[in-house]
């Protein structure tokens, strides 16, 4: 037979046995191989009802620089948004200018535009890359 052991509404494991066991430590033990679909460790328990584990979001991973453009267009309008994932305040250094950014659910989000053709040079913690401002078209 295989029992449900439950802790604090989930369960924390599945094991087999010959017999129901009381076992401490543990506010349940539900028998399981009886039901159509096997609860696993991280399934909810409650009422006799069991529910899946939700997935959780993939982890973030930290120290990694993005950007959706290369070149934008220098007419103050057009921006490029840059991101930077890590758990505390980020420094974007563009062209010499800082721009301090707290991270929300990981991730900081600096969105820059440009007023004069040239290379943007965009530096956060060691990372650098250098964007393209182009000339308006007319």
Known sequence: MEFALIKDGTVENVIVCDEQLDLPGYDDVVRVDNLDTKPGPGWTYAGEIFAPLVSAAPPV????????????????????????????????V?????????????????????????????????????????????
């Open 61 to 92: 991973v930290l120290g990694v620089l993005t950007h959706d453009k290369w070149a934008i267009a220098a007419d103050d309008v057009e921006i490029v948004t840059l991101t930077y994932t890590a758990d505390e305040a980020v420094c974007f």
């Open 94 to 138: 563009v062209n010499d200018e800082i721009n301090v950014v707290e991270p929300v659910d990981s991730v900081a989000t600096l969105e820059i535009s440009a007023d004069a053709v040239g290379p943007i040079r965009v530096e956060v913690r060691g990372q650098r890359l250098v964007l393209a401002a182009t000339e308006v078209a007319a």
